[in-house]
C-alpha cells in the first residue's frame, strides 16, 4: 500500500509598515498573483478581531492607548492564539499565509513607546513562526498622513506625525535576512512589481 505523500509546507509573508503605505492593496494583488499560480492562499491581520486583539483596537480608536505593558500583554496573548489556531494549521496544509502586521509591529510600534525592541522580538520568537519573507512598505510619514487623511477615517491614538517617525525609525534599524524594504511611495504596479521579483528570488515563485 502506498503511503499518501505529505502536504509540503505553505509560506508565510508578513507585510509590515506605518498605516499608508498600501500594505492591503499590496497584498490584495499579491494574493491574486499567487493563486493565479495555483497556489492555495490565506490572507489575515493582526492585532486580530479576537478578544485581547480588540482590547488594543478599541483603546487606541477611543484616542486613549493602554499602558505599553498592557498592549504588549494583549499583543502577545493575541499573536498566541492567532499562531496556534490560523497560522500554524495554515502552513501546515501547504497554504501560503499573507498578514497585514505581525511581530515586527509590536517591536516597532511599542519599541516606539519606550519598550526594549531586541526584548520584544525574543519573547515572540519563542512562540511565533519565524516569516518566511518580510515586507517593510516604506514611504515618507508626511505621505503616509496624507494618504491617511484621504480616506476620512480619522485618526487613531497611534497616528500622530512624531510618533509615527519614531516606528519608521524602529523599522529602519530592523536586520533580519527575511525582512526587504520595499520603496512604496511609487505607484501601486511599481511597488507590486518590486515584491514579486523579492517573492521569486526567495521562495521560487
Request: charged letters at 30%; hydrophobic letters at 40%.
Amino acid at each position: 500500500m502506498e503511503s499518501e505523500t505529505p502536504h509540503l509546507r505553505g509560506s508565510l509573508i508578513v507585510f509590515e509598515g506605518i498605516d499608508g503605505t498600501g500594505k492591503s492593496t499590496q497584498i490584495d494583488l499579491l494574493a491574486r498573483y499567487l493563486r493565479a499560480r495555483g497556489l492555495e492562499v490565506e490572507t489575515d491581520f493582526e492585532p486580530t478581531r479576537g478578544p485581547w486583539g480588540m482590547k488594543v483596537r478599541e483603546a487606541a480608536l477611543s484616542g486613549e492607548r493602554l499602558s505599553v505593558e498592557d498592549e504588549i500583554e494583549c499583543l502577545l496573548q493575541d499573536r498566541r492564539e492567532h499562531v496556534r489556531g490560523f497560522i500554524e494549521p495554515a502552513l501546515a496544509a501547504g497554504k501560503w499565509v499573507l498578514l497585514d502586521r505581525y511581530y515586527l509591529s509590536m517591536m516597532a510600534y511599542q519599541g516606539a513607546s519606550g519598550a526594549n525592541v531586541e526584548q520584544l522580538r525574543e519573547m515572540n520568537e519563542e512562540f511565533a513562526t519565524i516569516p518566511d519573507v518580510a515586507f517593510w512598505l516604506d514611504i515618507p510619514v508626511e505621505q503616509a498622513l496624507q494618504r491617511m487623511n484621504a480616506r476620512g477615517n480619522g485618526h487613531d491614538a497611534f497616528e500622530r506625525e512624531d510618533f509615527l517617525s519614531a516606528v519608521a525609525g524602529v523599522y529602519s534599524g530592523m536586520e533580519m535576512p527575511w525582512l526587504h524594504r520595499i520603496e512604496a511611495d511609487g505607484t501601486v504596479t511599481d511597488v507590486q512589481q518590486r515584491i514579486r521579483e523579492v517573492i521569486l528570488q526567495e521562495l521560487g515563485v
